[in-house]
Nanobody, 121 residues
Framework: VQLQASGGGLVQAGGSLRLSCAAS????????MGWFRQAPGKEREFVAA????????SYADSVKGRFTISRDNAKNTVYLQMNSLKPEDTAVYYC???????????????WGQGTQVTVSS
């Protein structure tokens, strides 16, 4: 499985960005899709995940109410809509595919290459 992430960039605090990640497989079956992030000097951390049933979502407390994860199963693509961005959201964002609930790195089986998100104050 290859994952191709896009949509990162530079935005001012309070702004929005939308990340996308497409999986190059015929079908992802029941895999969970999601996002992690890693800020400079920090460990990679969970951001959000979504199950095959799009009603099953999980979020890190730090992004609840600001970020929304969604997926298009027909396109094997996961999205992360990020609103009200803060400087502390600055990080490299990695998409991942893995086993439920995929709220820890150990449950991720495949990783994308990462996309940089920078939020200026």
């Amino acid at each position: 499985v290859q994952l191709q992430a896009s949509g990162g960039g530079l935005v001012q605090a309070g702004g929005s960005l939308r990340l996308s990640c497409a999986a190059s497989v015929r079908t992802l079956g029941r895999y969970v899709m999601g996002w992690f992030r890693q800020a400079p000097g920090k460990e990679r951390e969970f951001v959000a995940a979504i199950g095959w049933s799009v009603s099953s979502t999980s979020y890190a407390d730090s992004v609840k109410g600001r970020f929304t994860i969604s997926r298009d199963n027909a396109k094997n693509t996961v999205y992360l809509q990020m609103n009200s961005l803060k400087p502390e959201d600055t990080a490299v964002y990695y998409c991942a595919v893995g086993r439920p609930p995929m709220t820890t790195m150990e449950l991720a089986n495949y990783w994308g290459q990462g996309t940089q998100v920078t939020v200026s104050s």
